[in-house]
């Protein structure tokens, strides 16, 4: 597979069937955002974008500690603020897993910090161990989140929590976040990564088509009026029925046997 034959300095990519598993490979420094990692995520995205034999794209961090513990302070500790202006106007990593067309789901394995609960705000879905941790604690830096902390966590749990965790830093169990709606299922760490490939290979069983076009549904319905929205699902749905997998889809269920969806 192409995608797979890609080298990385930060980062382990592996196929288990048809789910790509991303793995943030600095545990020394429990897997901390620094410009390597942010760029070779977006090349790995890049070449599994048109991975047909790739349906859904997973994100977690080597070791048991972390997930990402946030951005690589010392890192940006001498930025001025035009160099930062800068670095933040290239590619975002964070609004390229957001765009990405593929279903993304973040496995966080212990912390998720700043730009690491940033990275998972970012992906569809949110998968934690029970002892996972997340908080944007940039407030005890003199700084506020800067890769859609301040708008993607409100959206999923209501301006009050996340305002309490934006401007107190204080970090969030993972039975907590679950409770808020941060993380949408939670694991005995022991079953994290058994069960976090069933639910994306349970996902990547489906029409590429229509997980595609669901995915930018629900994207939609976060960002326009309920009537743009709904105009826009209905053209999707249109799209759908015209496509070859949903003839598939119809006929195996007809059929009574497991359907062979194709992507087309």
Partial sequence: MGSLSLSFETLL???VDRVAVITINRPDKRNA???????????????????????????TGAGD???????????????????????????SVFEE??????PTIAMINGFALGGGCELA?????????????????EIRLGIIPGGGGTQRLPRLVGPGRALRMILTGEMVSADEAYASGLVDVVFEDADLRAH???????????????????KSAVR????TPLSAGLRYERELFITAFASDDKREGIAAFLEKRNADFRGC
């Fill in 65 to 91: 500690k972390a997930f990402i513990a946030g951005a690589d302070i010392a890192e940006f500790a001498e930025r001025t603020p035009l160099q930062q202006r800068e670095l933040m106007w290239h590619r």
């Fill in 220 to 223: 939609a319905a976060m960002e």
């Fill in 33 to 59: 955002l620094n410009a390597a990692v942010r760029r070779e995520i977006v090349e790995a995205l890049d070449g599994l974008r048109n991975d047909d034999d790739v349906r859904v794209v997973l994100f």
């Fill in 121 to 137: 705000l970012a992906c569809d879905l949110r998968v934690a161990a029970r002892s996972a941790r997340l908080g944007q604690p």
């Fill in 13 to 15: 990519l592996e196929r």
């Fill in 196 to 214: 976090t490939l069933a639910l994306a290979a349970n996902m990547a069983a489906f029409s590429p088509v229509a997980l595609r076009l669901a």
């Fill in 97 to 102: 897993i957001a765009d990405f067309a593929k």
